[in-house]
Antibody, heavy 120, light 107 residues
Framework: QVQLRESGPGLVKPSETLSLTCFVS????????WSWIRQPPGKELEWIGF???????EYNPSLKSRVTISVDTSKNQFSLKLSSVTAADTAMYYC??????????????WGQGTLVTVSS | DIQMTQSPSSLSASVGDRVTITCRAS??????LAWFQQKPGKVPKLLIF???TLQSGVPSRFSGSGSGTDFTLTISSLQPEDVAIYYC?????????FGGGTKVEIK
């Protein structure tokens, strides 16, 4: 059974860089698209971007200037960096896997989510 | 971006009731529409993809329909374990977007 688990600091200071890692177990990271998705408190889900196992990426234009997603296939994990954070970046952050052959979804496996708060 | 309008935002129904949730896209998306369920503290779970294809392991009381701009998720007989928030999600092109969610409760 594939499982995803997000890990990273729960508190980030304004203007700093948010860094999260998604650990994938029970299956290989190869040949799939892996996405980051977030949900601010009381607001809608927002797709941040994806990375394919080969390293190709696509980001949401609304966040593109601040986002970097990378993959480490040897460790079966992928990571998110979001720079210059503000309070508006406070959200539950999820990692998810696209069904085989699909890039923007549907997402057949999700992590539990990790809450990141931006505050000084 | 293509916007997804989901309704109702919440509903309360009795066990055994038929429940219907709708999702409307601001532009046609053929059948690139998924539904997923999120229970409190649990991992989101994919229910339906390609508008009407049941994900493996999902109970048959869940069904999806629609194409183009209008889609429906139906629970044929609501069960206590179906209490959750349900979201639609379009994935025809980037960036994918989500509906606002429907909170389903038992009356």
């Amino acid at each position: 059974q594939v499982q995803l688990r997000e890990s990273g600091p729960g508190l980030v200071k304004p203007s700093e860089t948010l860094s999260l890692t998604c650990f994938v177990s029970g299956g290989s990271i190869a040949n799939y698209y892996w996405s980051w998705i977030r949900q601010p408190p009381g607001k809608e889900l927002e797709w941040i971007g994806f990375i394919y196992s080969s390293g190709s990426t696509e980001y949401n234009p609304s966040l593109k200037s601040r986002v970097t997603i990378s993959v480490d296939t040897s460790k079966n994990q992928f990571s998110l960096k979001l720079s210059s954070v503000t309070a508006a970046d406070t959200a539950m952050y999820y990692c998810a896997r696209g069904k085989r052959g699909y890039s923007h979804g549907p997402f057949d496996y999700w992590g539990q989510g990790t809450l990141v708060t931006v505050s000084s | 971006d293509i916007q997804m309008t989901q309704s109702p935002s919440s509903l309360s129904a009795s066990v055994g009731d038929r429940v219907t949730i709708t999702c409307r896209a601001s532009q046609a998306i053929t059948d690139y529409l998924a539904w997923f369920q999120q229970k409190p503290g649990k991992v989101p779970k994919l229910l339906i993809f390609a508008a009407s294809t049941l994900q493996s392991g999902v109970p048959s009381r869940f069904s999806g329909s629609g194409s183009g701009t209008d889609f429906t998720l139906t629970i044929s007989s609501l069960q206590p374990e179906d209490v959750a928030i349900y979201y639609c999600h379009r994935y025809d092109s980037g960036p994918p977007t989500f509906g606002g969610g429907t909170k389903v409760e038992i009356k």
